[in-house]
């Protein structure tokens, strides 16, 4: 079954942790993105990667960061800088075109 | 101003019901309008996407996209209870950067 998994669904964190989401895929996807989901606003792009060993920042990288060291993997760490790190994560991934994005069953993270 | 505009709802219809979601957006670069349904505590799913103006239907669901009023629109007919969740837009400008902006979605609830 092809699909996206992310792990764990739900995180607890102390303040000043780092904390790293998994994201993996098998669907043979080039692009591979990161989303934050708080209640009230759109989903906000922190990183993407469209290749293997390159990834931009996205709208929101401050405090976060990822590593493309396989096509299968895009791992996000939320690093004790960002400043209010609680929400939700959602993972997606694409052949090569933005507009058709699948995404994984999200991880939520509650950092207290 | 958002740069995607949709109404948070919620949305209760009854089961049978035509359900209309509607989305407005400001950015004329927008080419590609994407629908997503996002269950409570699980990641959005791909419903449809379309490029430029026109509908495009697939089984209960109508998408369509008006330009000149930066306007777009999804139908579902013959609602079902399955149906409720949150409906989400999203829209692509194809110039390069592999952005989607989304907006903050349509709760709905059909009931039986």
Known sequence: DGGITQSPKYLFRKEGQNVTLSCEQNLNHDAMY?????????????????????FQKGDIAEGYSVSREKKESFPLT??????????????????????????????????T | QKEVEQDPGPLSVPEGAIVSLNCTYSNSAFQYFMWYRQYSRKGPELLMYTYSSGNKEDGRFTAQVDKSSKYISLFIRDSQPSDSATYLCAMSDPGGYQKVTFGTGTKLQVIP
């Open chain 1, 34 to 54: 990161w989303y934050r989901q708080d209640p009230g606003q759109g989903l906000r792009l922190i990183y993407y990667s469209q290749i293997v060993n390159d």
């Open chain 1, 78 to 111: 939320v690093t004790s800088a960002q400043k209010n790190p609680t929400a939700f994560y959602l993972c997606a991934s694409s052949i090569s075109q933005v507009y058709e994005q699948y995404f994984g069953p999200g991880t939520r993270l509650t950092v």
